[in-house]
Nanobody, 124 residues
């Protein structure tokens, strides 16, 4: 059974940085795409960024381009989200997701596995 466990959330001031981790286990992920979504209070869950495990292709939503970086560590089966220049509007619960196709998708329904989420709060 695939398990995704996020960590690294917290409270940070605007302009600060955080790094989220998503530890994946339960199978080999070489043909998977991994993604980060976020959900702010009262809003729908939205796609943030994704990466393909084998080729390392990435995709970012426009609002985080140039500020967030997704990466992976094959040996540790872990995906990271480095978040810099954080803004109050980045406040949300951040979720890690996985799908067994090496193509990044932006819809929630395209992902089979989800982590429990980690809270990120950016104060102004």
């Amino acid at each position: 059974q695939v398990q995704l466990v996020e960590s690294g959330g917290g409270l940070v001031q605007a302009g600060g940085s955080l790094r989220l981790s998503c530890a994946a286990s339960g199978r080999a992920f070489w043909n998977y795409a991994m993604a980060w979504f976020r959900q702010a209070p009262g809003k729908e869950r939205e796609f943030v960024t994704g990466i393909t495990w084998n080729a390392g292709r990435t995709y970012y939503t426009d609002s985080v381009k140039g500020r967030f970086t997704i990466s992976k560590d094959n040996a540790e089966n872990t995906v990271y989200l480095q978040m810099n220049s954080l803004k109050p509007e980045d406040t949300a619960v951040y979720y890690c997701a996985a799908r067994p196709w090496a193509v990044i998708a932006r819809n929630i329904g395209d992902y089979n596995y989800w982590g429990q989420g980690t809270q990120v709060t950016v104060s102004s």
